[in-house]
């Protein structure tokens, strides 16, 4: 069955410090994607990146780094150097290419940056 | 109308009673998505519409039903509403739903209590 699951329910950081929000995933499928969403204060949810599962690459998008790593399952999200509004709830979810177009959502981890 | 727009913004709804949350998107999208979002948990799928004139059943469709007459409306309709409904309820859609690539976009969801 598919699941997935962010052990870390709420992190607080001081502003420029590191900080990574972990993912771990189970599924039997060989054909799977992984998508972070972040849901800041004012509730929408904002697309944040998408990952295939024949694509290992890291990828760096300015502050933000996603590490993908099959061998552990895991889908781990770093912001670099935080910052206060990067304050927010971030979703780590997973779509199989069996089940099209569902995605199965973690619980969401809460980062507060303090600044 | 730019992307998804849901309505009404939030809503106190004594039990028992019928209550209709309206989805409109502008995208020409495909496939569209009704899920729950409640502490703990992170979002839930209750139901979705891979095309107009097609529905399915989530995770959490007990208590809810949908219709998708069109490509721009999803409308989801909680028959008799009971507490455990309480909630905050967001609707998404992609491009289509047939295939777990695409990313889904989220209108800015409806709070919904139910007393």
């Known amino acids: ?115 | 109308i730019a992307g998804i727009t849901q309505a009404p913004t939030s809503q106190i709804l004594a039990a028992g009673r019928r209550m209709t949350l309206r989805c409109t998107q502008d995208m020409r999208h495909n496939a569209m998505y009704w899920y729950r979002q409640d502490l703990g948990l992170g979002l839930r799928l209750i139901h979705y519409s891979n095309t107009a004139g097609t529905t399915g059943k989530g995770e959490v469709p007990d208590g809810y039903s949908v219709s998708r007459a069109n490509t721009d409306d999803f409308p989801l309709t909680l028959a008799s509403a009971v507490p455990s409904q309480t909630s905050v309820y967001f609707c998404a859609s992609s491009v289509t739903g047939t295939s777990g690539n695409n990313e889904q976009f989220f209108g800015p969801g409806t709070r919904l209590t139910v007393l």
Not at chain 1, 71 to 84: E, G, K, L
Request: some cysteine; charged content about 20%; overall charge negative.
């Open chain 1, 1 to 115: 069955a598919q699941k997935v699951t962010q052990a870390q329910t709420e992190i607080s950081v001081v502003e420029k410090e590191d900080v990574t929000l972990d993912c771990v995933y189970e599924t039997r499928d060989t054909t799977y994607y992984l998508f972070w969403y972040k849901q800041p204060p004012s509730g929408e949810l904002v697309f944040l990146i998408r990952r295939n599962s024949f694509d290992e690459q890291n990828e760096i998008s300015g502050r933000y780094s996603w590490n993908f790593q099959k061998s552990t399952s895991s889908f781990n999200f770093t912001i670099t150097a935080s910052q206060v509004v990067d304050s927010a709830v971030y979703f780590c979810a997973l779509s199989e290419a069996s089940n099209t177009g569902k995605l199965i959502f973690g619980q969401g981890t809460t980062l507060q940056v303090k600044p």
